[in-house]
């Protein structure tokens, strides 16, 4: 089954910053990858999916692909408090999600 | 439109007891997904459930863990003679579209589950 692997962090950025979010993959059948965020005590959400190489911009959010070098990325732009939460990554296509660990992210005021 | 619902969303258990988790999908929603997460760890997949069927059940411990999905009413996730380690957060999925187009899941509050 397709697995990946981030960082599990905390990464701690200043409120402002850009947050590099990151998550590395060894299956080269992976070819769309998901984002979920979770805040702490919350259930999982979905805020970015990419299927092609290059970049997907969606506001302040960022998805970068690169099956070359088998990495995908999430950058949040003008990170703020609320965007403290752990980011999840999964590799498609699948017929079930498997998560990675999780990046905790935490943006201090 | 309402969500994901998951009942109930705490649970005290005593060691041996049986825990039943119930969930019901979005409308319109035919894919169940059941997760659990222990405390400061991450996301495990247990089982992928359509009407009636139990599709993918690769993540489920071999014994005391069931799931169902009935064709009338809500998926169950059942833990038989729980331990102390089946404390978590145990996580329901739905989607409307499964295979090897699943990539949105939408995800009820979950289910807390305390074993004492």
């Known amino acids: 089954q397709k697995e990946v692997e981030q960082n599990s962090g905390p990464l701690s950025v200043p409120e402002g910053a850009i947050a590099s979010l990151n998550c590395t993959y060894s299956?080269?059948?992976?070819?769309?990858f998901f984002w979920y965020r979770q805040y702490s005590g919350k259930s999982p959400e979905l805020i970015m999916s990419?299927?092609?190489?290059g970049d997907k911009e969606d506001g302040r959010f960022t998805a970068q692909l690169n099956k070359a070098s088998q990495y995908v990325s999430l950058l949040i732009r003008d990170s703020q408090p609320s965007d403290s939460a752990t980011y999840l990554c999964?590799?498609?296509?699948?017929?079930?999600?498997?998560f990675g660990t999780g990046t905790r992210l935490q943006v201090f005021p | 439109n309402a969500g994901v619902m998951q009942n109930p969303r705490h649970l005290v258990r005593r060691r041996g007891q049986e825990a039943r988790l119930r969930c019901s999908p979005m409308?319109?929603?035919?894919?169940v997904y059941w997760y659990r997460q222990l405390p400061e760890e991450g996301l495990k997949f247990m089982v992928y459930?359509?009407?009636?069927?139990?599709?993918?059940e690769s993540g489920m411990p071999k014994e005391r863990f069931s799931a169902e999905f009935p064709k009338e009413g809500p998926s169950i996730l059942r833990i038989q003679q729980v331990v102390r380690g089946d404390s978590a957060a145990y996580f329901c999925?739905?989607?409307?579209?499964?295979?090897?187009?699943?990539?949105?899941?939408?995800f009820g509050e979950g289910s807390r589950l305390t074993v004492l």
């Open positions: 409308k319109g929603h035919s894919h």
């Open positions: 990419i299927y092609s190489n």
């Open positions: 459930l359509q009407k009636e069927n139990i599709i993918d």
């Open positions: 999964a590799p498609g296509p699948t017929d079930k999600l498997i």
């Open positions: 999925a739905s989607s409307p579209r499964g295979g090897s187009d699943t990539g949105e899941l939408f």
């Open positions: 299956d080269r059948g992976s070819q769309s």
